[in-house]
């Protein structure tokens, strides 16, 4: 992949991932939890979509406070997904197929329950070394510990710090109280997450996604942030770029399929990361465009996205990382997310569901980066529909939900609107399968309850049309996969005709390409264009010139 930087693009461009949330994929042993093996039984589904890797987030040895992102031992299989020989036959299987395996690593903290973080518990000091420890102040009790090491806020609500009564130090946890984060300055750790990183490479796997891994360089002393909750002290920390440098050298995976997800980041930095001479990363995943629907930067509030905000921050994104030589990761959603189609489309009716669930890929898919399909968007799964806050199973949501009416004095009905809309729980409901009970996904009653929609939104259903979402999606897949431009071409956004409209060319030569999409329920101008065969569109039939219909997403193309 670090060969020459068209060849690169050519590379990187022509390959799409698919994520699975590994708990909600598909059950094998009626647990009502998914696992290794029920994704070994969907590999034709996949192989059939036309996807190239499959990034499977954590299924490591965990408590499951968090879904996973806890990880208690690093190179071995929590038994709710299954065993090492399940994991080795879904590498086989997927090799035979031509998909590679993408693993999910968390090496910004550990579970509390970790190896490691027991030993530090217990007082051994190689172990206290490998995380961010602090002492009380002078006089401190276990009952009255003081003040914290400093008032940075977790990502999850409170504090970042915790006091271990049994260490007498504080502990910094940046997640959840359970996730210990890990002191990077320790060279120790450091080689211990190489050797992880090269157990599983000896497995087979062919890539790795970085969990929050810009985070992980924190500053050698702890300062009070009165400007903000403490990020600006840790994000593309000072050492990130040299801790990445190192974990790709020692855990030998440079010029892998290796993708870091980046917390509140910039676009100068991602550049850093992805540029392939730096040795890397050979992609970034960036959030800011889930911003595009927050309130005044609060994240907990139900307002529908900002399109031209929306518009500005895929050109930024697009054309500084193309210029400078990075690499974007593109898409729509993951696992921490609610499902796009209810929260950039339109889920209230029928029609309205199908046009927008076909415009949304048409928008990224075709833009410069390697593409992302989380679970379900495929189909065009929407929000579940849940009705009451026990429903939900995610830490952070549940959290905030109590935060927004304790601090903020919200109503119960005012909160559970908010995590209705955006909790992450949304994106991990079962994957609909079908139309039999809990949609095909399990026997029993899964984890977290199916869609209220799966009877008619199913995977059986729409594998079967070929006017279905899913048959959509396997088009672009294969367009991608076929046209040279889309895979390395130039990218440049273009003057909108309307604030509902995005629009862009992507350039090779002489050839040139229009994408379109109107993120709205009404007709809107289109940018003025003469002739061009349509490469795809989400109508059948051409519409009036100088026009887009209702969720309309199309492409056309100039060629020399």
Partial sequence: MAIGNNERAIELGSKVAYEIYIRSFNDSNGDGVGDLAGITARLDYLAELGVDYLWITPFFVSPLKDGGYDVADYCNIDPVFGTMDDFDELVREADKRGIGLMLDMVFNHTS???????????????????????????????????????NWDSKFGGSAWEFSPQMNKWYLHLYDVSQPDLNWRNPEVRSELAAVLR????????????????????????????????????????????????LSREGEIDGMMTVGEMSSTTIEHCIEYSKPENHELAMAFSF???????VNGNRWAKAKANIPMLRETFRSWQEEMTAAGGWNAVF???????????????????????????????????????????????????????????????????????????EQGL????????????????????????????????????????GGNYTWLNAKA?????????????????LRKAEEIIQAGDVHFVESPAAQVIAYERTMGDTRMLVQCNFSGDEQPAVASEGGEVLISNYDEPGASGTLRPWEGTALIWRA
């Fill in 199 to 246: 157990f599983w490479k000896e497995k087979g796997v062919k890539g790795f996604r970085f969990d929050v891994v810009n985070n992980i360089s924190k500053p050698e002393t702890f300062e009070d942030d009165f400007e903000g909750d403490g990020r600006r002290f840790y994000t593309d920390g000072e050492h990130v770029d040299e801790y990445l440098q190192l």
């Fill in 112 to 150: 509390d329950q970790h190896e490691w973080f027991q030993k530090a518990l217990a007082g051994d000091p190689k172990y206290q070394a490998y995380y961010l420890l602090q002492d009380p102040e002078p006089g401190a009790t276990a009952d009255n510990p003081g003040k914290a090491p400093s």
């Fill in 332 to 406: 729509w959603t993951c696992h921490d997310q609610p499902r796009p189609s209810t929260r950039f489309g339109d889920d209230t009716t029928r029609e309205s569901w199908e046009r927008s669930a076909k415009m949304l890929p048409v928008c990224t898919f075709l833009l410069r980066g390697t593409p992302y399909i989380y679970q379900g968007e495929e189909l065009g799964m929407t929000n579940p529909g849940f009705t009451s806050i026990d429903q939900y199973r995610d830490v952070e949501s549940i959290n905030y939900y109590h935060i927004m009416q304790d």
């Fill in 288 to 294: 800011h465009h889930f911003r595009v629907d927050n």
């Fill in 411 to 450: 109503s119960e009905q005012e909160a559970f609107d908010i995590i209705a809309y955006k909790s992450r729980d949304n994106g991990r409901t079962p994957v609909q399968w079908d139309d039999s009970a809990y949609a095909g996904f399990s026997t029993v009653e899964p984890w977290i309850g199916v």
């Fill in 462 to 478: 729409e594998v079967a049309d070929e006017n279905s979402v899913f048959a959509f999606f396997k088009r672009l897949i294969a």
